[in-house]
């Protein structure tokens, strides 16, 4: 990791005279996720021509023989077609005998961290995973002296988490792209920090920041009033709330009305939430917020577990078609650091309308990981824009008998209905329990870091 020390630490004592401070420099390209610079001294930006200069840098600082780094501040490093869609940054050290910087018109006395807005931030998952914990993880230590400098520029993302970024920044995000000022800072961070999906490695994170220091600032960015979610008082009438997250014209619960009056006949208020309510964060935050459960299938909707209390449960629906690991690493696995229990629900062969598309003999139902393999599209197309889940009623009353009994039921003594068996799930083949193996080793990769402040969290399988 890279290492920011005081600019007073560069101004050097010459018996009457001294020294005008020297410009510190360092970059880490070792992350799969991302390419970061840091720059302290004297730092000079120019927006419209993509370019970072530090001047006169010390001699124990990063400087490359070519003078020049070129960073794409995304943190998907690993996707290159999609690196390439992110504006390049150059920085450039301006020593003798390079070319003079060009002379500051703007002076400012707070650091900057350059982003990107581009890449998939359109999409709520990729905009908190790729987008928001980074700056939060690299911003959050200026508690708001700092300026936030947006490349790919995207009014429409920044007006969507304006709520995020002046909690970040008490100064208006400046557009990099249009900026024909010479900006210079006493500091420029290039590229933010990014560990794993929907999550942070507080071992690798520069300032030791968890996930539950992002959602306790994502509490107060929104003023959401519930930190944990406790049981409810059963004697005066009060019952659980369930949030439904209801998709449409893919991965939708294609009997949803049923869904809504099971969960509601067990005991929970269920608030249905469809694109039109999900769509605006901040109203939807205190939703979230005001709820014990959050329920939906995969997809990027169940993003919004980041505003569920503590000790709340999300209930993740998988799509058939072999999806468990992509369904669990993007939202099981990152439950655990947030104090959340995780409900996991895979669909049969019976669940899915691709019964009604395909034979059953067809390769989506005896082999969909041969559908994987012709590539990202095809199972995309297949597998999650291409179906709809009808629930087993009887199963999906199970299940939510089990949430509300294990997880919010506020009297220990009731004595809740019997719980109806799930449907087991397919036959397991020696390639399955093979494929678990390795996944379990590489969720342990994922996993590493995880936040032991927080309440330890239950994950069930049904």
């Known amino acids: 990791m890279y290492i920011m020390h005081d600019i007073n ?54 400087r490359p023989e070519s003078g020049t780094v070129m960073i ?68 959050r230590e200026y508690n708001g002296r700092v300026h936030l400098v947006a490349t790919d520029y995207d009014p429409k993302w920044i007006a969507k988490f304006q709520g995020i970024l002046s909690a970040l920044s008490v100064y208006p995000v400046i557009d990099f792209d249009a900026d024909d000022e010479v900006r210079c800072f006493p500091a420029v961070h290039v590229g933010t920090e990014s560990h794993k999906e929907l999550g942070i490695i507080p071992a690798l994170s520069r300032k030791g920041y968890t996930m539950t220091d992002f959602r306790e600032f994502l509490r107060s960015a929104y003023s959401l009033k519930r930190e944990w979610s406790t049981p ?9 709330r369930l949030v439904m997250v209801l998709r449409r014209r893919s991965r939708e619960l294609a009997n949803e009305a049923e869904a809504i009056a099971t969960a509601t006949d067990i005991g929970f208020e269920v608030v249905p939430a469809g694109p039109e309510v999900v769509s605006d964060m901040a109203q939807f935050a205190e939703v979230v917020n005001s709820c014990d459960v959050i329920m939906g299938v995969h997809g990027a909707g169940l993003t919004n577990l980041v505003f569920l209390p503590r000790n709340g449960t999300v209930m993740q629906i998988v799509p058939w078609g072999d999806m468990r690991w992509a369904s669990f690493s993007a939202f099981g696995a990152p439950t655990a650091d947030m104090g959340l229990r995780y409900v996991e629900y895979e669909a049969t062969a019976e669940e899915t309308t691709l019964k009604y598309v395909y034979p059953r003999d067809h390769a989506v139902f005896t082999d969909p990981r041969s559908i994987q393999k012709q590539g990202f599209g095809v199972a995309w197309g297949t597998f999650f824009n291409g179906q709809n889940v009808t629930l087993d009623i009887n199963r999906f009353r199970g299940v939510l008998q089990q949430i509300y009994h294990d997880s919010v039921l506020a009297d220990p003594s009731f004595d809740p209905p019997p719980v109806v068996e799930a449907l087991p799930s397919p036959a ?25 402040s927080l309440i330890k969290s239950g994950t069930y399988k049904v």
């Open 72 to 139: 794409h501040p995304y943190t998907r490093k690993w996707e290159a077609q999609t690196m390439q869609i992110i504006r390049e940054v150059t920085i450039r050290w301006s020593d003798p005998p390079a070319p003079d910087p060009p002379q500051c018109t703007v002076t400012h006395d707070v650091p900057a961290v350059v982003f990107s807005t581009g890449g998939y931030l359109t999409n709520f998952f990729h905009a908190m995973t790729d987008g928001v914990i980074p700056l939060f993880n690299t911003a």
């Open 232 to 240: 409810v008082n059963r004697a005066s009438g009060e019952r659980p």
């Open 428 to 452: 397991s083949s020696d390639d399955d329990a093979n494929r678990d193996a390795e996944n379990e080793k590489r969720l342990q990769a994922i996993n590493g870091g995880v936040d032991g």
């Open 9 to 62: 630490d560069y101004c050097l004592p010459d018996t009457d005279v001294v020294a005008a401070p020297r410009s510190k420099s360092s970059c880490d390209f070792r992350s799969e996720r991302m390419d970061i610079c840091a720059m302290e001294g004297d730092v000079r930006m120019h927006g419209k021509a993509a370019t970072v200069y530090v001047v006169s840098a010390s001699d124990d600082s990063y």
